[in-house]
């Protein structure tokens, strides 16, 4: 890769390291030049650029980083498209993260160039919660970097996300003749809100005498109810493998399989199993709410993730959970995750289509009505999809029949394009973050600009206006984050939001994409013809 300071004649194919203005606008990073860049740039008296010319051996960094993201997840997440050599993984169920921290070593080792950043190793994340992000850090990596590093991967990802299996545990509370009732209830109180918030339920409780052969008895009639994991809540501290519940799970026909671990607070937990069900010994200090050793292993058996002592004498390094100046108190709550956004489509079918003589939407376009070949575009990428129709709207809603959308007219369709969106913006859920808003009559789309279009959404770093380019050109459909909503609500007859895009310079990036489609609609028979004529869509 060539980086640096480039004459700009010798500059067309290059990416641009730092924005650059001309009279005509602006030029922003990451952009790739083409000869009419560089012919504008020339006609400006720019005479230089900083930018990167990548060579025969350079992995453009939005390959790179997609390659690596596509094979580092498992069951449980999902790969986002990559955008500016970056590729995020989401968890798509609630579990835990299981992550190979050896082979995310290795990986980050290779080479400067490549990035695997995860979340802690075991950290409960939640449905659409970001679990690792692949980052290019210049704009290209080493072909021989990138073939190393999917040879680390290889078959076996680095990644999964194990979802919580809503069991039914099972409680044991030992009682002394000393002990308060009052510490009996607040023990139960503890256990079901662990359990609760493992998406689990508490399922029987039994109240025993703190004697071997009652706390025998009662894992018996655990096992029996088909209870999984048995916790034991003893009114006196596990100190001894001899001791009353270590005792009382032999007894029972189940084994010891390790006692203590090296987290504190948690030192005095005992596990054990009878058959394939988990029986842990519980700490006192899990009567708090506050974390402790108990829950990380609490944790991974409601995800049915083994727990071997291996397991348990490795939580050492990191395993000082005890408040002292320099931690943050756990009363002060965790950092909100980052997840992916939940983006809607609108798909405008509401026009009147005056120049095309008969409803352009319901023309056949490879065997399907154009607008249901459009809905291709976002059917699958986008997390929910509103419909407005206006002209023809049964017929639109016929053309639609068994596709997840849902469908709002607009009486108003005549007055323009303006009125149809504000009703697609209103119809919209609560917790909508960003919006596509996607033309009728583009049938060529594909669900792949969706993805980047998302990819490329980032309201803290001032990408809430994501728009399709290509060939210099900008194109549709456009991603406008949820703070534009009521400034395209305002837009008045068949004014597009297009004169948005100046008001809002900051906040609009430019996605790259590989094809024409983004600058193909269809408004008249001629388009269409030529459309097929092209061979672009089957008749």
């Not at 070593?105 to 075991?122: D, G, I, K």
Request: glycine content about 8%; some cysteine; hydrophobic content about 45%.
């Amino acid at each position: 890769m060539i980086f640096g300071e480039l004459p700009v004649a010798d500059s067309e194919g290059a990416i641009l390291a730092h924005s650059v203005k001309h009279p005509a606008g602006l030029f922003k990073k990451g952009r790739v030049l083409s000869a009419q860049d560089v012919a504008t740039l020339t006609e400006s008296g720019v005479a230089s650029v900083f930018a990167a010319k990548l060579g025969p051996d350079d992995v453009p960094e939005d390959e790179a980083a997609s390659a690596v993201a596509r094979i580092i997840g498992a069951v449980g997440t999902t790969a986002q498209a990559p955008f500016t050599g970056r590729a995020n993984l989401h968890s798509s169920v609630r579990g835990l993260a299981i992550i190979d921290t050896e082979r995310v070593r290795a990986l980050n080792r290779l080479h400067e160039s490549l990035t695997l950043a995860t979340v802690q190793p075991f950290a409960i994340v939640e449905e659409r919660e970001m679990v690792a992000t692949v980052k290019v850090i210049p704009f290209a990596v080493p072909r021989d970097v990138l073939t190393r590093a999917l040879d680390i991967i290889g078959a076996e990802p680095l990644i999964r996300v194990a979802a919580f299996q809503a069991k039914r545990a099972g409680l044991i509370i030992t009682s002394l003749p000393q002990t308060k009732p009052s510490i009996i209830a607040k023990s139960e109180s503890a256990m079901r809100e662990r359990i609760a918030a493992l998406d689990g339920v508490l399922a029987e409780v039994r109240v025993v005498p703190h004697a071997i052969a009652n706390v025998t008895e009662a894992i018996a009639e655990l096992r029996q109810s088909a209870c999984d994991p048995v916790l034991v809540f003893g009114a006196s501290a596990i100190v001894d493998r001899g001791d009353v519940i270590p005792s009382a799970v032999v007894k029972a026909g189940g084994e010891v399989l390790h006692l203590g671990m090296p987290v504190d607070p948690g030192n005095l937990m005992m596990l054990g199993a009878l058959g394939d069900v988990p029986i842990i010994g519980v700490p006192s200090c899990a009567r708090s709410p506050k974390l402790n050793g108990f829950d990380w292993v609490l944790a991974r058996l409601m995800a049915d993730v083994p727990v071997r002592p291996a397991d348990i004498m490795d939580m050492g390094a990191g395993g000082l959970l005890a408040e002292i100046p320099t931690r943050p108190s756990p009363r002060e709550g965790k950092p909100k995750p980052q997840r992916a956004p939940r983006v809607a489509a609108i798909v405008l079918a509401a026009g009147q289509s005056s120049r095309m003589g008969s409803n352009k939407l319901l023309a056949d376009v490879g065997g399907l009505p154009m607008v249901r070949k459009t809905l291709d575009a976002v059917v699958g990428a986008a997390d929910s999809i509103v419909v407005v129709t206006g002209r023809d709207a049964d017929h639109i809603a016929a053309a639609l029949h068994g596709l997840p959308v849902s469908f709002m007219h607009n009486p108003d369709f005549a007055h323009g394009l303006s009125t149809s969106l504000r009703r697609g913006l209103d119809a919209l859920p609560a917790d909508t973050d960003a919006a596509v808003i996607v033309l009728g009559d583009m049938p060529l789309v594909t669900p792949d600009v969706t993805r980047r279009l998302i990819a490329a959404y980032s309201p803290a770093e001032h990408r809430s206006i994501c728009v399709p380019v290509h060939g210099g050109a900008r194109g549709n459909p456009v991603l406008w984050g949820r703070q534009h909503f009521e400034a395209l609500k305002s837009l008045s007859g068949d004014r597009g939001a297009r004169i948005l895009f100046d008001q809002y310079a900051d906040e609009v990036v430019e996605v790259a994409m590989p094809d024409s489609a983004v600058l193909t609609d269809v408004d008249t028979p001629e388009a269409l013809a030529r459309l097929r004529g092209e061979g672009l869509v089957a008749r």
